[in-house]
């Protein structure tokens, strides 16, 4: 899915939270939707079409669960419950890349998309990492997502690439990383945080 990197209008009543092991349901269905519309073409079809929301929910569940000084998973809701977009961070996963940081998800509801749901749900990420002491941060996303034009316009600079190979598949991927965090420019508009 591709955040939005400058809202028609700002989100209409959005609230940002820690996500809950309840929420694992909502966030599987807005993950795999996410996958399969963004990574056609990218990853192997059956890889997509593999991609179970109940699967999903039972991982995200394990994971929300576990969830704390690791990894950080952040909620973007409506006024009236709906989670419309979610993501999460933690301290960067082994890598000679100086960034302390990792965006390890980042997904919005195709149905909430450019309405600054991403940059909200980033933001509150970067605050997450913040408060942990983690000032700067990198984003991995495979080269070929349109997510990438985002994270640069969020004001990320690319920093390195890699190819993994999964699903007996070479994945070529792009680093995006912000070096001081607290740098990041914020808007100030008055919308719910």
């Given at each position: 899915?591709?955040?939005?990197?400058?809202?028609s209008?700002?989100?209409?009543?959005?609230?940002?939270?820690?996500?809950?092991?309840?929420?694992?349901p909502?966030?599987?269905?807005?993950?795999?939707?996410?996958?399969?519309?963004?990574?056609p073409?990218?990853?192997?079809?059956?890889?997509?079409?593999?991609?179970?929301?109940?699967?999903?929910?039972?991982?995200?569940?394990?994971?929300?669960?576990?969830?704390?000084?690791?990894?950080?998973?952040?909620?973007?809701?409506?006024?009236?419950?709906?989670?419309?977009?979610?993501?999460?961070?933690?301290?960067?996963r082994?890598?000679?890349?100086?960034?302390?940081?990792?965006?390890?998800?980042?997904y919005?509801?195709s149905?909430?998309?450019?309405?600054?749901?991403?940059?909200?749900?980033?933001?509150?990420?970067?605050?997450?990492?913040?408060?942990?002491?983690?000032?700067?941060?990198?984003?991995?996303?495979?080269?070929?997502?349109?997510?990438?034009?985002f994270?640069?316009?969020?004001?990320?600079?690319?920093?390195?690439?890699?190819?993994?190979?999964?699903?007996n598949?070479?994945?070529?991927?792009?680093?995006?990383?912000?070096?001081?965090?607290?740098?990041?420019?914020?808007?100030?508009?008055?919308?719910?945080?």
């Amino acid at each position: 899915m591709i955040p939005s990197p400058v809202p028609s209008s700002p989100p209409p009543l959005l609230r940002l939270r820690s996500a809950r092991v309840t929420d694992a349901p909502l966030i599987a269905e807005i993950y795999v939707e996410g996958w399969r519309q963004a990574y056609p073409g990218l990853v192997p079809n059956t890889v997509l079409l593999q991609l179970s929301p109940n699967a999903q929910a039972r991982q995200w569940a394990v994971a929300l669960a576990r969830q704390g000084v690791a990894e950080s998973v952040v909620v973007a809701e409506r006024a009236n419950g709906r989670i419309v977009g979610f993501g999460s961070c933690g301290e960067a996963r082994a890598t000679r890349l100086p960034q302390a940081g990792e965006i390890f998800t980042l997904y919005v509801a195709s149905d909430a998309q450019e309405q600054g749901v991403g940059r909200a749900v980033l933001w509150r990420l970067f605050d997450t990492l913040l408060d942990r002491g983690l000032n700067s941060a990198l984003v991995w996303v495979l080269a070929g997502n349109p997510a990438r034009f985002f994270y640069e316009s969020m004001g990320a600079r690319r920093i390195a690439e890699r190819t993994e190979h999964l699903w007996n598949t070479d994945l070529p991927q792009v680093a995006f990383g912000w070096d001081d965090l607290r740098a990041v420019p914020r808007d100030r508009s008055p919308w719910p945080r």
